[in-house]
């Protein structure tokens, strides 16, 4: 399994611009998370679905942000307009849900992240 | 409610010495505390995880302690060796919180760790 993959890999923008970041899950994993990293807040769940449908966006700071899933393999986290204080790794991860009654399995698989600079 | 604190920043120890990462949390709804691995350039990758009904768990060098009663929790790293050096951050979830409740996998700041050779 190729795992979890982001694109791009760096992106560089300056302030005002729209991004868009990528992310491809694990075939048949049924969870999908986006998390931003920074030297000062650590890493931050943004938002997160299942089965394609947002869950929970109360970690999504502004308007700006915004995410969908529009199918099982393809999510994307777009910020418009950037500021430079968005500068960060965003990272996608995927899970697969657990049996029984639990309702996620254990196991967080992350990308490699997306290195965002807003100048 | 739902931070876990993380201690300490950073840590150098050198090659065979012993590495202590510790953490503490609030919720005592959490039931599942996982440690994961961060190398440069690289995603967060799953390292060693514990459940709250058994105070250790060991794989390998890798050690879990784990208080409930103090609700602390600490990695151990055995013989450090340099390949350990990255960022270890420890992290805390309900695993059986229903979906539509949100806010899973709460992470630590995160310890650089540096083993020197």
């Known amino acids: 399994d190729a795992g979890v993959i982001q694109s791009p890999r760096h992106e560089v923008t300056e302030m005002g611009q729209e991004v868009t970041l990528r992310c491809k899950p694990i075939s048949g994993h049924d969870y999908l998370f986006w998390y931003r990293q920074t030297m000062m807040r650590g890493l931050e769940l943004l938002i997160y679905f299942n089965n394609n449908v947002p869950i929970d966006d109360s970690g999504m700071p502004e308007d700006r942000f915004s995410a969908k899933m529009p199918n099982a393999s393809f999510s994307t986290l777009k910020i418009q307009p950037s500021e430079p204080r968005d500068s960060a790794v965003y990272f996608c991860?995927?899970?697969?849900?657990?049996?029984?009654?639990?309702?996620?399995?254990?196991?967080?698989?992350f990308g490699s992240g997306t290195q965002l600079s807003v100048l | 409610q739902q931070q876990v604190k993380q201690s300490p920043q950073s840590l150098i120890v050198q090659k065979g010495g012993i590495s202590i990462i510790n953490c503490a949390y609030e919720n005592t709804a959490f039931d599942y505390f996982p440690w994961y691995q961060q190398f440069p350039g690289k995603g967060p990758a799953l390292l060693i995880a514990?459940?709250?009904?058994?105070s250790e768990k060991k794989e390998g060098r890798f050690t879990i302690s784990f208080n409930k009663s103090a609700k602390q929790f600490s990695l151990h790293i055995m013989d450090s060796q340099p390949g350990d050096s990255a960022t270890y951050f420890c992290?805390?979830?309900?695993?059986?919180?229903?979906?539509?409740?949100?806010?899973?996998?709460?992470f630590g700041p995160g310890t650089r760790l540096s083993v020197l050779p």
């Open positions: 992290a805390a979830n309900e695993l059986g919180r229903l979906i539509r409740y949100g806010q899973n996998f709460v």
């Open positions: 991860a995927s899970s697969l849900s657990g049996t029984g009654e639990r309702r996620m399995s254990e196991k967080l698989f």
């Open positions: 514990i459940r709250p009904d058994v």
